[in-house]
């Protein structure tokens, strides 16, 4: 297949070990945050979310934490597997009639 | 349940030429959006529809247009094409406007030569 990001920043981490993604949003009124996985041929995937009135959202593996004063997301992926290797994308909407997206960070995870 | 789906997947065009991309959206949801993603980049929003009508448009020239039809399924459609409209195309639908249960199709590959 063939890369979504050429020239994405790019996190290389070793099997086991956790992964930390940063993005910096634009829009102090987004009032709802995504991170998304992209891999090669396919649309973005969600991974999690969280709303403006929360600082910190856990799910199987991930945290999202969100500083709103620094306008500053981050996706912590807790002992990252070669699956998780792929295009790391946050997103920011306001309303929800339009997403708007990171430039995106390339993960590659080593065996 | 089908998820979003997009066709076709691939295409080549020629600069100049119109094309037609489609996407049919999740069983039950009534808005559809669509970006724009080039090489190395995030996807960019290009339109949003919900019941039919135009609820956005992002920062795209005229030659872009899209619609959507009675079983909420979409259509994008791309006049006068050029080089730099050679990307990825993406399709997402959610229930409604204003909600936030975004779901992505997989694409369609746009080249233009």
């Known amino acids: 297949g063939e890369s979504v990001g050429l020239h994405l920043p790019t996190l290389s981490v070793q099997e086991g070990d956790n992964s930390i993604i940063n993005c910096a949003y634009s829009n102090s009124a987004s009032d709802y945050f995504i991170w998304y996985k992209q891999e090669s041929g396919k649309g973005p995937q969600f991974i999690i979310d969280?709303?403006?009135?929360?600082d910190k959202r856990q799910g199987q593996r991930v945290t999202v934490l969100l500083n709103k004063t620094v306008k500053h997301l981050s996706l912590q992926i807790a002992a990252t597997q070669p699956g998780d290797s792929a295009v790391y994308f946050c997103a920011e909407t306001d309303a929800g009639n339009m997403l708007t997206f990171g430039g995106g960070t390339r993960l590659m995870v080593k065996p | 349940d089908a998820g979003v789906t997009q066709s076709p997947t691939h295409l080549i065009k020629t600069r100049g030429q119109h094309v037609t991309l489609r996407c049919s959206p999740i069983?039950?949801?009534?808005?559809v959006s669509w970006y724009q993603q080039v090489l190395g980049q995030g996807p960019q929003f290009i339109f949003q529809?919900?019941?039919?009508?135009?609820?956005g448009r992002g920062n795209f020239p005229d030659r872009f247009s899209a619609r959507q039809f009675p079983n909420y399924s979409s259509e994008l459609n791309v006049n006068a094409l050029l080089l730099g409209d050679s990307a990825l195309y993406l399709c997402a639908s959610s229930p409604r406007t204003g909600n936030y249960g975004y779901t992505f199709g997989s694409g369609t590959r746009l080249t233009v030569v």
């Open positions: 969280i709303r403006s009135n929360m």
């Open positions: 529809y919900y019941e039919k009508e135009e609820r």
């Open positions: 069983s039950g949801h009534k808005s």
